[in-house]
């Protein structure tokens, strides 16, 4: 796992006033980490067994649905 570490407050700022029409209590990314796996189908166990967990409140599957850039990951707010 790599610990990413807090956000800076410019970004959390800049996060509510753009993407949150300035309600700072729907700010839930503060603090990243980074968990790498070696294939597709151990993200996948993971994320089946992670997503189970009642501290997880959110999941986006960027596999399935990748950005328009073609980026793709698993997002999992806990």
């Known amino acids: 796992m790599m610990w990413l570490g807090l956000n800076g407050m410019d970004r959390a700022?800049?996060?509510?006033?753009?993407d949150y029409g300035g309600v700072a209590s729907r700010l839930?990314?503060?603090i990243g980490a980074t968990l790498l796996y070696d294939s597709v189908d151990q993200v996948a166990a993971a994320q089946h067994v992670i997503g189970k967990d009642d501290v997880v409140f959110k999941v986006e599957n960027r596999y399935?649905?990748?950005?328009?850039?073609g980026y793709r990951d698993v997002l999992m707010v806990v």
Do not use: H, M
């Open 64 to 69: 399935e649905n990748p950005t328009p850039e």
């Open 13 to 18: 700022a800049q996060k509510v006033a753009n």
């Open 28 to 30: 839930t990314d503060v």
